[in-house]
Nanobody, 124 residues
Framework: QLQLVESGGGLVQPGGSLRLSCAAS????????IGWFRQAPGKEREGVLC????????NYADSVKGRFTISRGDAKNTMYLEMNSLKPEDTGVYYC?????????????????WGQGTQVTVSS
């Protein structure tokens, strides 16, 4: 069983930055493709970015292009979502998710493991 725990959320002003972490335990995350999703109040959970086992990054949300980046830490068991130039519309609960295999998908049904989520609020 792979466990995922997100951290790093909080309140930030528009234009600010946050780095979310996703710590994996239980199984080696090297064999898992990692996706970051977010869910705004009253909206469906949407795929934001995905990092495949080969290191390729896929962006599923046009609104975050050039502002968000996903990466794996040196220890490989921690994944990051670097968010810059944050906007109020980036507000929501952010989740990391994992699926075995090397292919990225933007849909939650393809992911087997989920973290509990971390709240990001962008407001002045």
């Amino acid at each position: 069983q792979l466990q995922l725990v997100e951290s790093g959320g909080g309140l930030v002003q528009p234009g600010g930055s946050l780095r979310l972490s996703c710590a994996a335990s239980g199984l080696s995350p090297d064999y898992y493709t990692i996706g970051w999703f977010r869910q705004a109040p009253g909206k469906e959970r949407e795929g934001v970015l995905c990092l495949s086992t080969s290191g390729g990054m896929t962006n599923y949300a046009d609104s975050v292009k050039g502002r968000f980046t996903i990466s794996r830490g040196d220890a490989k068991n921690t994944m990051y979502l670097e968010m810059n130039s944050l906007k109020p519309e980036d507000t929501g609960v952010y989740y990391c998710a994992a699926r075995r295999g090397s292919v990225c998908y933007p849909f939650r049904r393809f992911y087997d493991y989920w973290g509990q989520g971390t709240q990001v609020t962008v407001s002045s």
